[in-house]
């Protein structure tokens, strides 16, 4: 008997702008699930970003299961004021002062050395954590209410674009999270985000703060550019033919063994674009305690393939396909990293392909669900193994 999963109603709290006692039982709600180990979505100035307690390890590790985050890629977090930057940095050099009595609260994200308070999933281990102090009565509420501070990434599945209004934010993260602080739709633009923590400060992201406002206050401003930093590959991509079935099931059921080590994603060689998931296989999926409804399809077109550490494909045709599509030939390196999901399994009664059902039974769905799980279970050691070998290179 395999353990169903249990899925959240995420609730919508609006946030009454000019409404004191509206806003102190959105807070308060908010906060009881915060309080419960919950995640919540809530707006700022910039996007929406998803809060847990910041100082409690095992509530942030929910944060990279919810969305589908990499382990490996620390959380910025989010406080109230000068004061409580103190709990979260150890310390706060010249620099970060002038910079927090000019922007915060404000769009202006600091990388400083961790206090510690701060959990090693927070920072990915490292020794530094990013910090902002966001300028949104609700967010700013919101930390004071619960008297600590929350984490801050972007509320969204990992890979798609930042949530900025409750629609986007439930089309990514419905079920997954508790609820949602609705305050309209959010400016969209990021945080500037700046390191501190070496000799020279570095810009590590334009955002909504203009480089040029920064440098009189830091004297030099040096930008980091993406050509020095290593292409992080930490997608597990998925794909079949119109990414409302097979793929999604199939990423879905990766997520939830690999979660944390890599997220998986789905896509389709002939997919219509937000397209919602075939019913029978959302039925079949959740026979077995997944959930897809949230997901909606999208072609190759619409993958982030720098990201791309490995493609896993429903039938060899695919995997020819994908690697059409990208111009490897099947004797070229990277043609090792696009390969059909029969070809990892080691049990000899698992089939070569993933067959279609589409146009099939309800039976049919539910065979191939079950039969998915059972080849990604087969399967998962060697993916790991392909994954690590990726990782090395």
């Known amino acids: 008997m395999r353990d169903r999963r249990c899925r ?161 934010i439930l089309r990514d993260l419905s079920g997954r999270i508790a609820a949602i602080i609705d305050a309209g739709i959010a400016a969209g633009t990021e945080s500037t985000l700046v390191d ?67 997220s998986a994603e789905s896509a389709g060689i002939a997919a219509e674009p937000g397209s919602g998931p075939a019913e029978e296989a959302v039925r079949a999926a959740d026979a077995l305690g997944y959930d897809i409804t949230g997901h909606r399809a999208r072609g190759l077109d619409d993958v982030a393939w720098d990201r791309v550490a490995m493609v896993i494909t429903m039938t060899h045709l695919h995997a020819e396909q994908v690697r059409d599509y990208l111009g490897v030939k099947p004797d070229d390196e990277g043609a090792a990293r696009i390969l059909p999901l029969g070809d990892l399994v080691t049990r000899e009664d698992l089939p070569a392909d993933v067959t279609d059902p589409f146009g099939g039974t309800p039976q049919d769905y539910r065979d191939m669900a079950g039969m998915l799980e059972d080849m990604i279970c087969d399967a998962e050691d060697e993916i790991l193994r392909r994954l690590s070998e990726e990782g090395a290179k």
Request: aromatic share 4%; with cysteine.
């Open 8 to 168: 959240l109603q995420t609730e919508i709290l609006p946030w009454a702008a000019d409404d004191p006692r509206t806003q102190r039982l959105v807070l308060e709600t908010a906060v009881d699930f915060l309080q419960r180990g919950e995640v919540v979505a809530y707006p700022t100035e910039t996007v929406y970003g998803l809060a847990v307690p910041a100082f409690r390890e095992e509530a942030v590790e929910k944060v990279f299961t919810v969305k589908r985050r990499s382990r490996d890629k620390p959380l910025l977090v989010a406080v109230r004021d000068r004061e409580m930057l103190a709990e979260v940095a150890s310390s706060i050099p010249p620099e970060a002062d002038r910079l927090v009595r000019e922007f915060w609260p404000g769009p202006l994200s600091l990388i400083l050395p961790r206090s510690g308070n701060i959990p090693d999933a927070v920072t990915a281990g490292g020794d530094y954590v990013g910090v902002r102090c966001p300028d949104h009565p609700a967010a700013q509420g919101l930390i004071a209410q619960l008297g600590e501070p929350i984490t801050s990434p972007s509320a969204n599945l990992s890979g798609n674009p930042s949530g900025c209004s409750s629609p986007e």
């Open 196 to 262: 501190l923590c070496g000799d020279v400060p570095r810009l590590l992201r334009r955002g909504a703060i203009d480089a040029g406002a920064l440098i009189p206050l830091l004297g030099d401003l040096e930008e980091f550019s993406d050509e020095q930093a290593p292409a992080q590959r930490d997608i597990l991509l998925v794909v079949c033919t119109g990414n409302t079935c097979r793929s999604p099931v199939a990423a879905e059921i990766l997520n939830g063994r690999l979660g944390g080590i890599i």
